[in-house]
C-alpha cells in the first residue's frame, strides 16, 4: 500500500502560510498588503490575518501607513497597510570556543551584532565544569553589551575545535578533540533554558564566509581556518558536509602529504622557520606578526619565509581541489589580515599542482569568521522554527 499525503488541514495551512508570510517580510524592509498577496498567492483577507497574528506574535510590526504604493496625485480611500518584521524580537548568539579564548556575540535577528565579549581559560585542559562557566561569563556579558538577557535568547550557536556530527556530538578519538566534550549543550540548557547548536569551528567559518564573506552565494566552497592549526569547513551544492563522525574536512592526512608533512597552520609555520632562522633580523622573539611586518618592508629572510608558506599553502589547497573540486578555497581567521601577500605565490603554483585550481581569496571577517558562522547557525535555526518559539517581549528592546 502507498503511503498516503498528509491532510491540508487549515491549521496545516495556517502555518505554511504564516512561514511565507513571514520569510518574504524578514528579507524586505518593509512591506505592503498588496505585495504579499503578489508574493504568496493569497487574499487580502488571509494577508491582514496572519499579518494579525504575527504582530500579536511578536514577529512583525505595523508601520504608520505612507501609502507609496499608490499612485502619484490625490489618494483616495484608506492608505495601504506595512508591515516590519521586528528584528528586536528575540536575540541570538554566536560562540568560539577555542583552546585559550571563547567569544561570544550577541545579535538581533537580521544578524546585526549588537554585544561581544571574550574570556580566557586560563590551561587547555581544566576541568569540564570551569570550561563551561567561563563560556557562560562570555555569553552573559555580551548580553550585557547588548543591553539585554537570558531570557531573550532564542537560540546558540557555538563552534568547537573538534569535529561534531549532524546530532551535535563530539568526536573524541583524539585527546585534544576530547577537552571540547564538556556537556555544553546541556548546562546552558539548564542554566538558561537555552537551545545550543555545537558544531565544528571550520564548519560555522564556512557557514560565515558565505553569508558574509569574500565566498557570499558560492555554493562549492572551503574555508580553511589557517592560523596555528589547519582545519576545513566544507560546502558542496550549498550544504555543509560533516561525514559519518563529523570529521570531514579534518586535516590530519597532511602528514602524508609531501611537501607538506604537517597541519601546522600560516602562523606557527612563520614562527618556526622564523625562530629556526636564528629570529627578526633586528632581534627580538620570533613571531608570525614580525614575520609579515618584515617581508612587507622587504627583508629577504622574511620573503623567503613568505615563499616557503606559500608553497606549502598552494600543496595543501591543491589536494583539497582534487578530490573536493571546490569553485573557491578562502583562507580565514585571525592570519587573515597578513596571508593577502601569500596569494600571488598560492595562485602561481597551483595550475602546476592540479588540474581543478580553485580561486583562492581571504576572508574580510578575521578572526570573527567563526562566531559571524555562529550568529548565521543560529539564525537558521530561529528561521526554520520561528512559529514554534515563544518570544520573551519583556526581556529585550522592543522596537
Not at 583539497?320 to 601577500?341: C, K, R, T, Y
Request: a neutral charge; charged letters at 20%; glycine letters at 12%.
Amino acid at each position: 500500500m502507498k503511503p498516503t499525503a498528509a491532510a491540508a488541514t487549515p491549521q496545516l495551512l495556517r502555518r505554511v502560510n504564516a512561514q511565507s508570510v513571514l520569510g518574504f517580510i524578514r528579507n524586505t524592509e518593509s512591506a505592503t498588503g498588496t505585495e504579499l498577496m503578489n508574493h504568496t498567492g493569497l487574499t487580502r483577507a488571509s494577508v491582514i490575518a496572519v499579518c494579525e497574528d504575527l504582530i500579536r506574535r511578536g514577529w512583525i510590526r505595523e508601520l504608520d501607513a505612507r501609502g507609496e504604493d499608490q499612485p502619484a496625485g490625490p489618494r483616495k480611500g484608506r492608505p495601504a497597510r506595512r508591515f516590519e518584521f521586528n528584528a528586536k524580537a528575540g536575540f541570538v548568539l554566536g560562540i568560539d570556543i577555542g583552546a585559550a579564548t571563547t567569544t561570544a556575540a550577541v545579535a538581533d535577528l537580521r544578524g546585526t551584532v549588537v554585544g561581544r565579549s571574550s574570556e580566557g581559560f586560563r590551561a587547555a585542559d581544566i576541568p569540564a565544569a570551569e570550561r563551561i562557566d567561563v563560556v557562560d561569563r562570555a555569553c552573559r556579558g555580551a548580553l550585557a553589551a547588548a543591553g539585554t538577557g537570558p531570557g531573550s535568547v532564542l537560540a546558540v550557536g557555538a563552534g568547537i575545535a573538534a569535529p561534531v556530527d549532524r546530532d551535535g556530538k563530539v568526536l573524541v578519538t583524539q585527546h585534544f578533540w576530547s577537552l571540547f566534550d564538556v556537556g555544553l549543550r546541556a548546562a546552558l540548557q539548564d542554566l538558561h533554558g537555552w537551545t545550543v547548536l555545537l558544531e565544528n569551528d571550520a564548519n560555522l567559518a564556512a557557514l560565515g564566509e558565505r553569508w558574509r564573506g569574500s565566498g557570499a552565494g558560492v555554493d562549492d566552497l572551503v574555508v580553511l581556518l589557517a592560523g596555528e592549526r589547519l582545519g576545513a569547513g566544507v560546502m558542496e551544492s550549498g550544504r555543509l558536509l560533516h561525514g559519518r563522525g563529523g570529521a570531514a574536512g579534518e586535516m590530519g592526512y597532511l602528514d602524508l602529504v609531501a611537501g607538506v608533512g604537517s597541519s601546522d597552520g600560516i602562523a606557527s609555520l612563520a614562527r618556526q622557520w622564523s625562530a629556526a632562522a636564528g629570529g627578526p633580523a633586528a632581534g627580538g622573539p620570533a613571531s608570525a606578526r614580525r614575520v609579515f611586518e618584515d617581508a612587507a618592508a622587504g627583508d629577504p629572510a622574511a620573503l623567503a619565509i613568505l615563499d616557503r608558506i606559500a608553497d606549502r599553502m598552494a600543496r595543501v589547497i591543491a589536494t583539497v581541489a582534487s578530490f573536493i573540486n571546490p569553485e573557491q578555497v578562502v583562507l580565514g581567521g585571525a592570519v587573515a589580515d597578513s596571508a593577502q601577500a601569500l596569494l600571488p605565490g598560492i595562485t602561481a603554483r597551483l595550475p602546476r599542482l592540479t588540474a581543478t585550481p580553485p580561486r583562492v581569496t581571504v576572508s574580510p571577517l578575521g578572526d570573527s569568521i567563526v562566531t559571524v558562522g555562529a550568529v548565521r547557525h543560529a539564525l537558521d535555526y530561529v528561521e526554520a522554527n520561528a512559529l514554534e518559539l515563544e518570544l520573551s517581549l519583556s526581556a529585550g528592546p522592543r522596537l
